[in-house]
């Protein structure tokens, strides 16, 4: 089995969470990659944001994790990247339909209205979660703008 490889980003809102998450994900023995920011200081979700949507999109990491207060802006922010399906999911049902139905490479969390252990059932739904392909590959292929 491949080592699960996945970048993260957060905003000051989102940092002790972020935290929590990578402390559990270095414990599945995956790799992690912290885009920041790396304080609770506060800080613009996008400087994160971007680069972390930039590694899933090339390649460089097959998935990502975001977070910042509501979830919204950072999601709204990487979701610019064509590459990226950032799904925001505030429960583990949520997490494992985005991966299963619409093949999400980006986990969007709201950290100002989740508990720890929601963060971590999260993403271990996510995780743990697989693409179902077949009706939905053709629906996601839709996503991205034609140039």
Not at 54 to 74: D, K, Q, R, T
Request: hydrophobic share 40%; charged share 25%.
């Amino acid at each position: 089995m491949n080592k699960l490889k996945i970048a993260l980003a957060s905003d000051h809102a989102g940092f002790e969470k972020i935290e929590l998450g990578i402390k559990h994900l270095k414990n599945l023995g995956a790799e992690v990659k912290d885009f920041g920011t790396y304080s609770a200081e506060s800080s613009d979700y996008a400087d994160w944001a971007h680069p972390m949507a930039n590694a899933v999109e090339s390649g460089e990491f097959p998935i990502g994790i975001s977070l910042c207060g509501s979830g919204n802006g950072i999601n709204m922010t990487v979701n610019k990247h064509q590459g990226i399906r950032s799904a925001l999911c505030w429960l583990p049902e949520i997490a494992a339909l985005a991966k299963q139905h619409n093949n999400a490479n980006v986990l969007a969390l709201p950290a100002r209205f989740i508990s720890e252990k929601e963060t971590i059932d999260i993403i271990d739904a996510y995780l743990n979660a697989e693409f179902e392909g077949g009706r939905h590959l053709k629906r996601i292929n839709k996503i991205p703008l034609e140039k």
